[in-house]
């Protein structure tokens, strides 16, 4: 066992020392959190329209030319809200 000792700050409630093979014993690697395809909120071009002020014809335009991303299934094209609110404010 090594003298290191690991401190842990513990918000509200102090701090955590812990001796280094514990504390390398007790990591793990934090996985990001993968969207899945079915929390996402598809809506026609319709509804992107109505949400940004803007013509069905012109979210279909934006889809076209890459502006904003889309999902093709078969001919309906969908678009995920958020997505298309990150694309259109950068």
Do not use: H, N, W
């Not at 007790?26 to 996985?31: E, Y």
């Not at 509804?47 to 014809?57: G, R, T």
């Amino acid at each position: 066992m090594t003298d290191r000792v690991y401190i842990v700050p513990l918000p509200g409630v102090g701090t955590l020392e812990l001796p280094e093979e514990v504390y390398r014993r007790c990591l793990r690697p934090i996985a990001a959190p993968v969207a899945k395809e079915s929390s996402a909120q598809l809506v026609d071009a319709k509804a992107i329209a109505a949400l940004f002020s803007l013509k069905p014809a012109a979210v279909l335009r934006y889809a076209r030319d890459g502006v904003i991303p889309k999902t093709k299934i078969g001919r309906l094209c969908l678009f995920d809200v958020a997505a298309v609110r990150a694309a259109l404010t950068r």
